[in-house]
């Protein structure tokens, strides 16, 4: 019996000892009419919805006066249902067989049986093969009685039912067949569904008495086992409601459901019944949990580079920023706006600098001198682009830095400009460079003065002044006034320049010179000396030398070439030379004059009337026929026979208004519309040839401009 109990049962707590009460004396039942009841709080109500009344208590026989402590022994859980008989003095607690598959429902509680006879066993429960019996508590044990007198009649113990607990036969699982009972006997109460009962109330016997007799023995014997029949019936039909509250706990008004199985308990029957995974499944956890290994690494080096590159980007200060400088004709400009983008993760991740300092152009103070000024960008390998529009907002300029300084402005004014410096990804050496734009917005004023310049302060007669002017803006010819005599402006290499011829006899003296060029006019002071010329005088006019051509003399055919227009300066490769390549004498010298019939005072006066004054030169070669060349380069105007005192006459074109003509000639080599060089064969002279140079209409002095005497003739 004790190794039953080890194998049913774990090893309760020692209970407290009950406590002695009297007992009252109990008139017999039969044991038909008293079924087990359960005693659990949390019994459930009726069928019809009240609870049922708990039932007279059953009047207790008095035992007898304990001698003995009661022994605490290890028992198997006992439901309050079914009580334990009282021990006779001379037999030992009945044993309970363990059901099939372990199950701690505990058997019924065995009478006290004769010497003759042995004790009848209680009917095994057969249990369910798939369920797993339930550790019950332990219930403390039933005390043992003082031996009596005279031999103990055993006596079924009457179950007390509780006050939380319904009687078993108002219950609707008392009704259940024998066979649900029989497979659900491996469900017992718990100590929470029966509650504590003192153990000397277990142990109170319930007031059946037996015989001595062997009859009585059987018959109790007998009713034993139909009462631990009814007891297990009991407790199962408890243990299914139960079952059924706990997944219902809200029961309605209709009549109770079916009892259910109960679940399996047992850890191992659920690591059975777990299905197995497959190779998919198991493939598929391990390719998740590296997914999930490898997006923690992820996260931890996006953690750590996110860390560098803002660690990074705040190291890019605006101490990295390129500093570019701009001046315009040597004036500073301050940028108006500006776009920067430092390198943070190389060429992938930026930090921008942008501002805009200053909405509108700069204007600046000083006025721009001269048509082409200088824009200089430092450093000088950002790419640039200028933009500069007139007052009409007119594009008059668009390309890079050095394109504009070829460039000159046409005309004085004011004129905004837009410069954008440029910082490229292809024009950077490498990755780490800054790049981006600075701007320069600005307003200037054009207001050029163009150089008036006197080339010739101080000029004898018959020579040649020059007056030189600068750029102008507005393009159109500057223009001269004064007591001498121009042809005007013409073109020049760097501006423009006027020729000013001074006759023979001009007013010796300061002489005023007005110049007026893109509205300046400035005044010139040009001083002229005196030339020294000869005279001759003869006795009869036969005497005069001849030809004789004065400036007024000239034939219709040349002073029409006189006034016309002339063309570009060509004299400029090569000046002058002589126009014969021997020597020649000269009878009549440029501002000589010839007196016929002075007297001796006027003579030596050099002072009379009735002289003639010539305004070129006679030449007369050593040699007849002797060929003459170009003296200098120019277009011929004129190359053909006038007759009389001319003969074959030549007008060549120098430009600027400078023109040389040659009478007398007995050949001509050229014809009017060739283009000469100097050196150039001209044609045959005759016995005397008159070479005439002349600035417009004004006649100089050949000799001078031959031998290179002439200085205003050398500014072109």
Not at 171 to 196: F, I, S
Not at 201 to 215: I, K, M, N, W
Not at 550 to 563: I, K, N
Request: glycine fraction near 6%; proline fraction near 10%.
């Amino acid at each position: 019996m004790e190794e039953d109990k080890k194998s049913t049962a774990v090893q309760p707590e020692e209970a407290p000892k009950p406590k002695p009460r009297r007992r009252k004396a109990a008139s017999p039942q039969p044991a038909a009419d008293t079924p087990p009841a359960p005693t659990d709080s949390a019994a459930p109500p009726a069928a019809d919805g009240q609870t049922t009344k708990k039932p007279a208590a059953s009047p207790k026989k008095p035992r007898a006066k304990k001698n003995t402590k009661t022994t605490k022994t290890a028992k198997p859980k006992t439901p309050k249902a079914a009580k334990t008989a009282k021990k006779s003095p001379a037999d030992e607690t009945p044993e309970r067989k363990a059901p099939a598959q372990e199950s701690p429902v505990p058997a019924a509680p065995e009478l006290a049986e004769p010497k003759s006879e042995s004790k009848p066993e209680p009917p095994e429960t057969p249990a369910r093969e798939d369920a797993a019996a339930p550790i019950m508590p332990d219930v403390p044990s039933t005390p043992e009685l003082p031996e009596p007198a005279e031999r103990a009649e055993p006596a079924v113990t009457e179950p007390e039912p509780t006050a939380d607990a319904p009687a078993a036969d108002d219950t609707p699982a008392a009704e259940a067949p024998p066979e649900a009972a029989a497979a659900d006997t491996a469900v017992t109460d718990t100590p929470e569904q029966t509650g504590d009962v003192p153990a000397e109330d277990a142990a109170e016997p319930s007031g059946l008495v037996f015989s001595d007799d062997l009859a009585n023995d059987k018959a109790l014997a007998a009713e034993a086992a139909r009462m631990a029949n009814i007891s297990r019936t009991a407790q199962l039909s408890i243990a299914q409601i139960m079952a059924g509250l706990e997944e219902n706990p809200a029961p309605s008004a209709g009549p109770a459901p079916a009892p259910e199985a109960p679940q399996h308990d047992s850890a191992g029957d659920d690591e059975d019944d777990e299905p197995q995974d497959t190779i998919p499944q198991a493939l598929g956890r391990g390719v998740f949990g590296m997914f999930k290994w490898l997006l923690l690494v992820v996260l931890f080096v996006l953690i750590i580079a996110g860390g560098g590159v803002a660690w990074l980007y705040r190291s890019a200060t605006p101490d990295m920023l390129p500093e570019v400088k701009v001046t315009f004709d040597g004036q500073e400009l301050a940028p108006t706006a500006y776009k920067w983008h430092v390198p943070v993760v190389g060429s992938f991740f930026r930090r921008t600098y942008a501002e805009t300092l200053n909405s509108s152009p700069v204007v600046l103070e000083d006025a721009i001198s001269d048509a082409s000024p200088d824009i200089i960008v430092t450093p000088s390998d950002y790419s640039t682009q200028l933009t500069i529009t007139d007052a009409d907002k007119e594009t008059v300029y668009e390309g890079s830095v050095t394109g504009f300084r070829s460039y000159l402005f046409a005309e004085n004014g004011t004129f905004d400009a837009k410069l954008v410096v440029t910082a490229s990804d292809s024009a950077a050496e490498d990755s780490s460079s800054v790049t981006g734009t600075e701007t320069w917005q600005f307003r200037f004023t054009v207001g050029i003065k163009p150089s008036v310049t006197l080339c010739t302060p101080t000029v004898q007669q018959g020579s040649v002044a020059a007056v030189r002017v600068g750029s102008t803006m507005s393009q159109t010819e500057p223009t001269l006034t004064g007591p001498l005599e121009s042809t005007g402006f013409v073109r020049a290499a760097n501006g423009w320049i006027c020729y000013l011829p001074i006759p023979w006899n001009a007013e010796t003296g300061n002489t005023e010179l007005t110049v007026t060029a893109d509205g300046y006019t400035e005044t010139l002071t040009l001083s002229v000396r005196a030339a020294s010329y000869s005279y001759k005088d003869y006795s009869t006019k036969s005497q005069l030398t001849s030809p004789y051509i004065g400036a007024d003399d000239a034939p219709d055919a040349v002073r029409r070439l006189l006034t016309a227009d002339s063309g570009e300066i060509q004299w400029a490769t090569g000046g002058f030379v002589q126009p014969f390549l021997d020597s020649f004498d000269t009878p009549l010298l440029y501002g000589m004059t010839e007196y016929v019939g002075r007297s001796y005072s006027e003579r030596s006066t050099n002072y009379g009337y009735g002289g003639r004054t010539s305004t070129n030169v006679v030449i007369k070669p050593k040699k007849s026929k002797d060929s003459m060349i170009v003296p200098a380069s120019g277009h011929v105007l004129l190359a053909e026979d006038l007759g009389g005192s001319y003969g074959y006459t030549v007008v060549i074109d120098h430009g600027a208004g400078l023109r040389s003509i040659f009478y007398g000639l007995t050949a001509l080599d050229v014809e009017a519309g060739d283009d000469v060089k100097q050196g150039q064969l001209l044609g045959t002279s005759g016995r005397t040839v008159v070479a005439e140079l002349r600035i417009g209409t004004v006649p100089i002095n050949p000799l001078l401009v031959w031998r290179g005497q002439c200085d205003g003739l050398k500014y072109y």
